[in-house]
């Protein structure tokens, strides 16, 4: 019987070959889309799940009194909150921000690099944490001047050589230091933490080695720079053991900033277990459940089709069904017949997605910026969860086609009185109307998110970022003779005819700034207000001229206030925003004031127009400008033309003065728009997801309306022989569809204006959702379904009536 409804079930397939292939088409455009979008909802759910201890791991964070939360705190709490309460088992600290610099491999050609993804990290990390050592010693990590280093590192510095034992020279703001290879451990890519060199924490305890940086003595209470993480015991009550280290941070500190210590939970560190968590993670918990949803919806879309056309292509089949009743098969034969061909039909679709997968991962890869395969399905619970979205609706597609297929009276059928009844006509003009909500609402989110992209991009900024080239400042060789170097260096720019001018800053328009701090105050502040926090920038005194910033009042630092020691200084500029939070009523009342920070005393010399530091994601920060000339970015006005020859002559001045430094370069406008690179990706997604969903839904348009042809073939005859034309057929073959399509789009504008208004509440700076962009969607839509529709009408509508009345 099965081998029977096997034949039977191919032979349907290739007798009704437009509506097999649009099926097995479409189902499998759904598949493969959701199994690529559930690689990536799969590699989300997977980041920091391998920790063997992970159910007891939690890292103290801050928590102000705006509610603003951040990671690093100050790195002596450990030893202290360990030993004072006795729910904390262990605590390894972590730091990936300080120990950024250049890393050299002594020999006979020194193999120089600029490493970003480095670290310094306690001496039980690697028990701690659950990273693979492939060579070496953990407990080898616990000495001073002692290196770790990744697998790729282990390749890019030794290749095939035993890297134990070799020697790594870092130089960064510690100065020089020279570490022993101890190890090499696999750092995995579904991690928060993955450098690529780990270097001893214990190092930096030796005075000697701070290179006269004391706030990275990790034993102090005042510089807030390093993750701390503790392993707790068993049944710890995590919101009692909270209030026990604020209470104990607010007897430990002298000065009442009002920050509490919260605990959380490592496992949540990537995605929060929830929407509305308001700690800050690294991962986005919404994106990941969004793309989840578009993949449902897509292979609903595709569902739908199945079940529209298996439906509407069930009259052909009626005969059939009435002969099989009439000599003894029951409604389970024929529903297991029919789920049967279901099965067949989903299982012919399922690998022609694997095909799709195969050809579209690099693509889409691509478009998410990871490397993904199928066999990150497997990297945690998401799998299992999709199989069983996948079964469920497949099975229920299945029955339900099955179970309308034999539902049909064999009296009826055999007597030729079967009659298309008014509940599937309904069922089938729903189904459109679901496909066609959807495919306009992602149309309607890829438009807005584009719109908010552009606007963040063109947005005018308040400072200038074309034509501006940075390189990056040395870090190699800070002896004696630096400083003259620098100054050198520095005259040798000024002396370019292709340089129009030049500053120093410890940072640069769309990277962060130097740091952020609190304890400001003005004479006429009121208490609390030294709890309010600023943005801090280094800068030098051509930093406002090359930038092309504008002063609201007072005046600019003078190049001999730039290069004051950084203790000494007593100047400072603040920005309109940094006035208003400092309680001045006007750029001119601030200026010539004293505002006191700690114990220190600084003049306001000058007040800066606000401009845009960062994206336009979050408002512009209250910011205050120190002088100084930092040797970390030096920013290059540059003429435009022959970029390339001035580029290979700046790194020929550099390499003059700086020779063991590599030249490194960034224009100022490519790397502000990097910030967006979320955004970019966001479009990109829902673009691509849109233009699938369509896709699948004018398949399952087109296949109706090749039915819909097919039921009306006499009747169109008819009409041409009573002179109706071209045009006025296709016109009634599509306005049906069309009417469908105009519900949707009335279904899908609201929806989406609702859920775009709470994304665009995220953004300090945004469009408004004009009425523009739901006509243009709307228009998008009617065209590709009438075009659809199209095809068939006017094919029908060319046919010559004869061959279809031949038969009457």
Not at 90 to 98: A, E, G, L
Not at 507 to 520: K, L, Q
Not at 726 to 733: D, K, P, Q
């Amino acid at each position: 019987m099965i081998r029977n409804y096997l034949k039977i079930a191919f032979r349907n397939l290739f007798r009704n070959k437009v509506y097999s292939t649009i099926n097995i088409a479409g189902l499998a455009m759904g598949i493969a889309a959701f199994l690529l979008i559930l690689e990536y909802v799969s590699f989300e759910k997977s980041v920091n799940q391998f920790h063997k201890d992970l159910p007891d791991m939690y890292r103290i964070i801050n928590l102000d009194i705006k509610g603003n939360t951040w990671g690093q705190v100050e790195p002596g709490w450990a030893k202290r909150v360990q030993q004072n309460f006795n729910e904390i088992k262990s605590y390894c600290r972590f730091s990936d921000d300080i120990a950024k610099g250049i890393v050299k491999k002594e020999g006979r050609t020194p193999e120089i690099f600029r490493e970003n993804n480095i670290g310094y990290a306690d001496g039980n990390f690697f028990e701690f944490f659950t990273f693979n050592v492939v060579k070496g010693n953990k407990t080898a990590f616990n000495e001073p001047k002692i290196v770790f280093i990744s697998t790729r590192s282990a390749d890019k510095y030794f290749g095939k050589e035993d890297p134990i034992g070799k020697v790594l020279t870092l130089s960064n703001q510690f100065g020089t230091l020279s570490y022993s290879v101890e190890g090499v451990f696999e750092s995995p890519e579904n991690s928060d933490i993955k450098p690529d060199m780990i270097f001893s924490l214990k190092t930096l305890e030796n005075p000697a080695n701070l290179n006269g940086n004391d706030w990275a003595d990790p034993d102090n209470l005042q510089s807030q720079y390093i993750n701390t993480f503790f392993l707790l015991n068993k049944g710890v009550d995590i919101r009692g053991l909270e209030n026990k280290l604020t209470k104990y941070r607010e007897a430990e500190k002298k000065d009442k900033d009002g920050v509490k210590f919260r605990l959380q939970a490592f496992s949540n560190l990537h995605l929060s277990d929830k929407l509305n968590d308001p700690y800050q993670t690294t991962g986005n918990v919404q994106y990941v459940y969004t793309l989840g949803g578009i993949a449902f919806l897509i292979l609903l879309i595709a569902w739908f089709n199945y079940i529209n056309l298996s439906t509407a292509n069930s009259l052909k089949r009626a005969s059939e069904v009435g002969v099989r009743k009439v000599i003894g098969a029951t409604p389970g034969n024929l529903i297991l017949q029919f789920l049967g061909e279901s099965g067949l039909v989903t299982l012919l679709s399922f690998g022609f997605a694997l095909l799709l997968v195969y050809l579209l991962q690099p693509l889409f890869n691509q478009l998410i910026g990871k490397e993904l395969s199928l066999e990150t399905l497997g990297s945690s619970y998401i799998w299992a969860i999709g199989l069983g979205i996948f079964l469920v609706g497949s099975i229920l597609s299945g029955i339900y086609t099955a179970y309308a297929l034999s539902k049909f009276n064999p009296v009826k059928i055999l007597k030729g009185k079967l009659t298309k009844t008014s509940q599937g006509a309904f069922l089938r003009k729903s189904l459109v109307v679901s496909q066609f909500s959807i495919s306009v609402a992602l149309m309607l989110v890829t438009i807005i998110i584009y719109s908010q992209l552009r606007f963040m991009q063109n947005q005018n900024l308040g400072v200038k970022t074309s034509r501006l080239m940075v390189i990056r400042g040395p870090e190699v060789g800070r002896d004696s003779t630096f400083k003259t170097r620098k100054t050198a260096f520095w005259n040798d720019l000024n002396g370019q005819s292709y340089v129009k001018d030049y500053c120093l800053s410890g940072s640069v328009p769309g990277n962060w700034y130097n740091f952020s701090t609190s304890g400001f105050t003005q004479p006429k502040s009121k208490p609390g207000d030294e709890l309010k926090t600023y943005s801090f920038a280094i800068i030098g005194d051509r930093y406002i001229g090359v930038y092309d910033l504008k002063l609201k009042a007072g005046r600019n630092f003078t190049p001999q206030e730039t290069g004051v020691e950084w203790n000494k200084n007593d100047k400072v500029i603040l920005n309109e925003k940094a006035v208003k939070q400092l309680g001045f009523e006007s750029a001119e009342e601030a200026v010539n004031t004293k505002i006191k920070w700690d114990e220190r005393y600084l003049e306001v010399v000058g007040v800066l127009k606000d401009y845009h530091h960062t994206g336009l994601q979050k408002a512009i920060d209250p910011m205050i400008f120190y002088p100084q000339n930092s040797s970390e970015y030096i920013t290059v006005n540059l003429t435009t033309d022959q970029m390339q020859d001035k580029i290979a002559k700046l790194e020929t001045i550099y390499k003059n003065y700086f020779t063991e430094n590599p030249f490194e370069y960034f224009f100022v406008d490519e790397n502000f728009n990097k910030q967006y690179t979320s955004e970019r990706q966001y479009s990109r997604i829902f673009t691509t997801a849109s233009i699938w969903a369509i896709v699948i839904a004018c398949l399952g348009l087109f296949g109706l309306a090749t039915f819909t042809v097919e039921n009306r073939n006499k009747e169109i005859g008819i009409r041409k022989v009573l002179g109706a034309s071209v045009a006025s057929i296709v016109g009634l073959l599509s306005k049906d569809f069309l009417l469908l399509v105009i519900i949707a789009i009335l279904i899908a504008s609201p929806v989406s204006y609702y859920f775009m208004k709470i994304w665009l509440s995220d953004f300090a700076y945004r469009i408004d959702i004009s009425w523009w962009i739901f006509a243009v969607a709307g228009s998008i839509s009617i065209m590709i379904a009438l075009f659809t529709i199209m095809f068939q009408g006017i094919k029908a509508a060319l046919v010559n009536p004869v061959k279809s009345l031949k038969s009457e």
